[in-house]
């Protein structure tokens, strides 16, 4: 097998999301696997001992060995990592003119590479996290592109060529829920966290006289599905600038609106009165759980399905491959066929 596409994946942990249901980094190598498989691309995923694959027939899994260590920035497992990374680059890096690219999913994690010739581009797919490091990057939203350029004045000379895209899952994972007179209470999921506004959520449902359910960690696959499918409403109330939120977007396949705050990448995600509502008081959170029950649940899945399928994103990620292969090889910004979105000038 010729591999075209190099995912560097999660440093820490094996791709294992049985074992890390809630690390949202694994979840984005894994769904970055299956965005691969389904663009019928062979690819090569770099990981730790005891990752596996998601089933298909173009990947290769390329393993690092064990973890020395939990990783943080040039410590000594970010030292041994890197070197271990540049081993297995060298053996199945063909550089022979033919489209091939490199996917840095945990960013600077990887960005003491050696191995990578300068002739293949590197990017970030999903770039979720505060910092990036590549010249080509695919934020998940514009709030997100927004921040990292605000925090990162560098990024500048690179702008040209990023793009945004939205994260991804594979909807047969999130099934349509119950009907609404099953539905049972409010559901907050995620970290058990100030910052991510699990007090708010708490004193809304105490306001709005719901019952009330919050988990913080250790579910995922089906389990997860049935607690989205189940709620009259998801909270997430996110007091910082959220880069994107898988839980918003698996909530709505489940056909469960969303109530959030009205910034960082709501604003493109949750459609006030369809998907859900987006607050900045507690008597509006509280009048948009009530008005939730009239939501038209399986709009809300087909919406999802348009938007936030590896189906519907994977031929916007086959484009996005295509523009930064020009623009890599054909001149930067001067590239003569660089047209990242070619179907729109005709």
Wanted: hydrophobic share 40%; charged share 20%; proline share 6%.
């Amino acid at each position: 097998m010729s591999i075209r596409l190099h995912i560097l994946g999660h440093p820490s942990l094996p791709l294992d999301l049985a074992s890390h249901p809630e690390d949202s980094q694994l979840f984005n190598c894994w769904n970055f696997c299956q965005l691969a498989e389904l663009l019928g691309i062979d690819y090569a995923y770099y990981g730790l001992a005891g990752s596996s694959l998601p089933p298909g027939n173009h990947g290769t899994m390329v393993e690092l060995g064990k973890a020395t260590s939990k990783w943080s920035f040039r410590n000594h497992w970010h030292l041994t990592y890197t070197k271990r990374l540049d081993e297995a680059l060298k053996k199945y890096v063909s550089d022979d003119g033919s489209p091939e690219w490199v996917a840095s999913i945990y960013g600077v994690a990887q960005c003491d590479l050696a191995a990578v010739p300068h002739s293949l581009p590197v990017f970030e797919p999903m770039l979720g996290y505060g910092t990036c490091w590549t010249h080509y990057r695919v934020f998940p939203s514009y709030a997100h592109q927004a921040f990292i350029y605000t925090r990162q004045p560098e990024t500048r000379k690179d702008r040209f060529f990023d793009t945004v895209i939205p994260h991804f899952v594979n909807p047969d994972d999130y099934p349509l829920g119950v009907t609404e007179e099953e539905r049972e209470g409010l559901l907050y999921l995620g970290r058990d966290a100030v910052d991510k506004g699990v007090g708010i959520a708490r004193e809304v449902a105490q306001a709005s006289g719901m019952s009330f359910q919050a988990i913080f960690h250790g579910v995922g696959g089906i389990d997860k599905a049935q607690l989205l499918g189940r709620a009259k409403a998801v909270l997430m109330p996110t007091l910082y600038l959220e880069p994107f939120g898988y839980v918003a977007i698996e909530a709505m396949l489940c056909g469960t609106p969303v109530v959030a705050t009205d910034w960082g990448a709501f604003p493109e995600l949750i459609q006030n009165g369809f998907n859900g509502f987006r607050c900045r008081t507690q008597a509006e959170f509280v009048a948009a759980v009530r008005a939730c029950g009239g939501l038209d649940r399986a709009a809300i899945r087909a919406r999802a399905l348009e938007r936030f399928s590896v189906a519907a994103v994977a031929p916007r990620y086959r484009e996005y491959l295509s523009y930064i292969w020009k623009i890599h090889r054909d001149g930067g910004y001067y590239a003569p066929d660089a047209i990242h979105f070619p179907n729109s000038f005709q």
